[in-house]
């Protein structure tokens, strides 16, 4: 079944119960941009998680699995500028952000869940802290402008804020759904240089969340990749609170299946915006794999199409090169046969067939770079040899990427 949601204003305090703030504490130098974030319910929430898969992890992430175990939580605290990351006491020190959060807020330190993004490997110092969780607290508001204060408080390299709120209905009450989300570089499947919130008013127990949850990100955020690095630091959030009324969803029902497609059409909408947003990019690629055996090997051939060096400098150059497609399909793992491969390389200005049977299609080259100057291009990959298909998010690999990433320290 089909789903479409509304828009609806206001991100992550668009659900009831949920307010936010951004504030400049003193973590990075730029003292022109905020870089600590406040999420509080104003209730108790049932929560669920993913996180990186990088053996090396955040010191957040390790508190993060200690308060949620429970499955609820109140709070969320996130910095930017600092990992928190093989730094010298990081767990205790996260473990203190969330004391001085709880007693800002007047919650249980336990249901604080803290989240760090920044650069690897530096000491990190609790002063910030002490001055900034008390005043986030004091400007949290729930608003518009609460949640864009916290979407640009955790943006590192991102050049704007990612945030979106979704509205549906389920056994007949209104429920929205909100997110915020961070992630420009470092970013490859398995998740992204990725910190993303998710609220909702809808009501679920933690264990539902998390199936719910579980089964979107492989679909989606692990479907973005940026520059190969899976990051240490990945760490995506749901909060329910529960306050739009409805009967908590059950699996293997219509209202399950409603509050995934809505989960899902707030994770898509945000792989596009992370993916356009890498570091560097001037434009956003979409790789549809269609006629695949199974969806693994749907999903594992779109990631080789985005994820090739080579493929995203021939976008960055406007270059219909599609022998580097062909190319990243043939070193995917999986059995599959590619003889009936065809590739479509498509945008706003149109279409042009470039590849069939695993071979060239002529084609206009002129028409070609035509439609390859656009913002966004899509890459349509039949495999013809299976029903499965899958969609992976990347970006253009350009010579600021480098430039970003050979002073990132500095």
Same mark, same amino acid.
């Given at each position: 079944m089909e789903?479409?949601f509304t828009r609806v204003e206001g991100?992550i305090c668009?659900?009831?119960?949920f307010?936010?703030?951004?504030?400049h504490? #003193?973590?990075?130098?730029?003292?022109?941009k905020?870089?600590l974030?406040?999420?509080k319910?104003?209730?108790?929430?049932?929560?669920?998680?993913? =996180?990186t +898969?990088?053996?090396?992890? *955040?010191?957040p992430?390790?508190?993060?699995? %200690?308060h949620l175990?429970?499955?609820?939580?109140?709070a969320i605290?996130?910095?930017?500028?600092?990992?928190?990351t093989?730094?010298?006491g990081?767990?205790e020190?996260a473990? %203190?952000?969330?004391?001085l959060?709880?007693?800002?807020?007047?919650?249980?330190?336990?249901?604080v869940?803290?989240?760090?993004? *920044?650069? $690897?490997g530096?000491?990190?110092?609790?002063a910030p802290?002490?001055?900034?969780i008390?005043a986030?607290? %004091?400007?949290l508001?729930h608003s518009?402008?609460?949640? !864009?204060?916290a979407?640009?408080a $955790?943006?590192?390299?991102?050049?704007?804020?990612?945030h $979106?709120?979704?509205?549906?209905?389920?056994?007949?009450?209104?429920?929205?759904?909100?997110?915020?989300a961070?992630g420009s570089?470092m970013?490859?499947?398995n998740m992204?240089?990725?910190l !993303?919130?998710? +609220?909702t008013?809808?009501?679920?127990?933690?264990?539902?969340?998390q199936?719910?949850?579980s089964?979107?990100?492989?679909? +989606?955020?692990?479907?973005?990749s940026?520059d190969?690095?899976t990051?240490t630091n990945?760490?995506?959030?749901?909060l329910?609170s529960?306050?739009?009324?409805?009967?908590p969803v059950?699996? &293997?029902?219509?209202d399950?299946?409603?509050?995934?497609?809505?989960?899902t059409?707030?994770a898509?909408?945000?792989c596009?915006? !992370?993916a *356009?947003?890498?570091e560097g990019?001037?434009?956003?690629?979409?790789?549809?794999?269609s006629?695949?055996p199974?969806?693994?090997?749907?999903?594992?051939?779109?990631?080789s199409?985005?994820?090739?060096?080579l493929?995203?400098?021939?976008m960055? #150059?406007?270059?219909?090169?599609?022998?580097?497609?062909?190319c990243a399909?043939?070193?995917?793992? &999986?059995?599959?046969?590619?003889?009936?491969?065809?590739?479509r390389?498509?945008?706003?200005?149109?279409?042009?067939l470039v590849? %069939?049977n695993?071979?060239?299609?002529p084609?206009?080259?002129?028409?070609?770079?035509?439609?390859l100057k656009?913002k966004?291009?899509?890459i349509?990959?039949?495999?013809?040899? #299976?029903?499965?298909?899958?969609k992976?998010?990347?970006?253009?690999?350009?010579y600021? =990427?480098?430039k970003?990433?050979?002073?990132?320290?500095?």
């Amino acid at each position: 079944m089909e789903h479409s949601f509304t828009r609806v204003e206001g991100g992550i305090c668009a659900p009831l119960g949920f307010s936010a703030a951004g504030v400049h504490c #003193g973590i990075r130098h730029n003292h022109t941009k905020p870089d600590l974030a406040l999420i509080k319910a104003d209730v108790r929430c049932a929560g669920a998680a993913c =996180y990186t +898969t990088n053996k090396v992890y *955040g010191a957040p992430i390790t508190v993060d699995r %200690e308060h949620l175990a429970d499955g609820y939580a109140q709070a969320i605290l996130v910095n930017s500028g600092n990992a928190n990351t093989c730094a010298p006491g990081g767990v205790e020190l996260a473990r %203190e952000t969330c004391r001085l959060a709880a007693r800002a807020l007047g919650i249980d330190e336990k249901d604080v869940l803290p989240a760090s993004t *920044g650069v $690897i490997g530096q000491a990190m110092s609790i002063a910030p802290f002490v001055a900034g969780i008390p005043a986030a607290a %004091e400007k949290l508001a729930h608003s518009p402008e609460g949640n !864009l204060n916290a979407a640009f408080a $955790i943006m590192t390299t991102d050049t704007y804020p990612k945030h $979106i709120a979704v509205e549906f209905t389920l056994g007949g009450k209104t429920c929205r759904m909100g997110a915020i989300a961070k992630g420009s570089g470092m970013i490859h499947p398995n998740m992204a240089t990725m910190l !993303l919130f998710i +609220t909702t008013d809808a009501a679920a127990r933690p264990d539902v969340l998390q199936q719910a949850l579980s089964s979107v990100v492989p679909a +989606t955020f692990n479907q973005i990749s940026v520059d190969g690095d899976t990051s240490t630091n990945d760490t995506v959030m749901l909060l329910a609170s529960g306050l739009a009324g409805n009967d908590p969803v059950q699996p &293997g029902t219509p209202d399950y299946d409603t509050f995934v497609a809505a989960l899902t059409q707030v994770a898509e909408h945000l792989c596009r915006e !992370l993916a *356009g947003d890498g570091e560097g990019a001037t434009k956003l690629l979409e790789c549809t794999v269609s006629g695949a055996p199974d969806v693994p090997t749907a999903r594992a051939v779109s990631k080789s199409v985005i994820h090739s060096s080579l493929f995203k400098a021939a976008m960055f #150059g406007e270059d219909a090169n599609w022998g580097r497609v062909l190319c990243a399909i043939g070193y995917t793992p &999986g059995d599959f046969s590619i003889e009936h491969t065809s590739v479509r390389l498509q945008s706003v200005a149109g279409e042009v067939l470039v590849c %069939e049977n695993a071979a060239h299609h002529p084609f206009s080259e002129e028409e070609a770079a035509r439609i390859l100057k656009e913002k966004e291009i899509r890459i349509l990959v039949d495999l013809g040899c #299976g029903d499965a298909s899958a969609k992976a998010w990347g970006c253009d690999l350009t010579y600021d =990427y480098v430039k970003i990433n050979g002073d990132y320290r500095t």
